[in-house]
T-cell receptor, first 108, second 114 residues
Framework: KNEVEQSPQNLTAQEGEFITINCSYS?????LHWLQQHPGGGIVSLFM???GKKKHGRLIATINIQEKHSSLHITASHPRDSAVYIC??????????FGQGTRLTINP | KAGVTQTPRYLIKTRGQQVTLSCSPI?????VSWYQQTPGQGLQFLFE???????NKGNFPGRFSGRQFSNSRSEMNVSTLELGDSALYLC?????????????FGQGTRLTVV
C-alpha cells in the first residue's frame, strides 16, 4: 500500500463544476503540499498545509491531521484548471513522498 | 526573483553513458532536493542537499549521485545509464528544507536514454 493515496485518479468535469480531490496518508508528517503539474512537466506549488484550511482564489485546501486526510477543492472550475494535481507529504523533515496524482480535465 | 532553474531542459543519452544535470535554486535557498518522475513509479525522492551536505537519500542505486556547491547550486550525476533511467528529473529548492518550509520546483530535465 502506498504511503500517500489520492482519489480519484482521473476526473473529468464540465466548466463551472465544483471539484474535490482527496488525499490520504498513512505516515506521520510535518506538512502536506498540493502541487499542480501541466503538460511539459513543470510543477507549481499550490499550498503547503500543516493544519486547518487555506484559500487562494478559487482553490481551497483542507487538512485533518487526526484523520490523516486532505482535500483540494476548486470552485467554478475552468478549462485552464486542467492539469495533474499531486499531493505530497513531508516525512522525516527533508523527504517528500508523493501520491500518484489526479488527472483533471475540465471541458468547456 | 528568479525561480528554480534546471539545465538542460532536454537530453538524449545512450546506454552506458553518464549524465550531469544542474539545478540553480532560488536566491537565498540553501536546500535542494532531487526527484525522479516516471509514468510507472510517479515522483520519487532521490536526495536532498543542505549547505553542501547530503542530508537524506532515497532508495536509488549508487549510480545516482549528487553534490551541492557553496552557492547552493546542485548537480546530480547518473553513471552507466540504463533505459529505465529515462525520466523527468525535477529539483526543488527551499529555504531550509524542513518542517513547514515551502518547496519551489524547477521545470525539470527530461532525460531519454536510448
Amino acid at each position: 500500500k502506498n504511503e500517500v493515496e489520492q482519489s480519484p485518479q482521473n476526473l473529468t468535469a464540465q466548466e463551472g463544476e465544483f471539484i474535490t480531490i482527496n488525499c490520504s496518508y498513512s505516515v506521520g508528517i510535518s506538512a502536506l503540499h498540493w502541487l499542480q503539474q501541466h503538460p511539459g512537466g513543470g510543477i507549481v506549488s499550490l499550498f503547503m498545509l500543516s493544519s486547518g484550511k487555506k484559500k487562494h482564489g478559487r482553490l481551497i485546501a483542507t487538512i485533518n491531521i487526526q484523520e490523516k486526510h486532505s482535500s483540494l477543492h476548486i470552485t467554478a472550475s475552468h478549462p485552464r484548471d486542467s492539469a495533474v494535481y499531486i499531493c505530497a507529504v513531508r516525512v522525516g523533515a527533508q523527504k517528500l513522498v508523493f501520491g500518484q496524482g489526479t488527472r483533471l480535465t475540465i471541458n468547456p | 526573483k528568479a525561480g528554480v532553474t534546471q539545465t538542460p531542459r532536454y537530453l538524449i543519452k545512450t546506454r552506458g553513458q553518464q549524465v550531469t544535470l544542474s539545478c540553480s535554486p532560488i536566491s537565498g535557498h540553501r536546500s535542494v532536493s532531487w526527484y525522479q518522475q516516471t509514468p510507472g513509479q510517479g515522483l520519487q525522492f532521490l536526495f536532498e542537499y543542505f549547505s553542501e551536505t547530503q542530508r537524506n537519500k532515497g532508495n536509488f542505486p549508487g549510480r545516482f549521485s549528487g553534490r551541492q556547491f557553496s552557492n547552493s547550486r546542485s548537480e546530480m550525476n547518473v553513471s552507466t545509464l540504463e533505459l529505465g533511467d529515462s525520466a523527468l528529473y525535477l529539483c526543488a529548492s527551499s529555504l531550509v528544507g524542513s518542517g513547514n518550509t515551502e518547496a519551489f520546483f524547477g521545470q525539470g530535465t527530461r532525460l531519454t536514454v536510448v
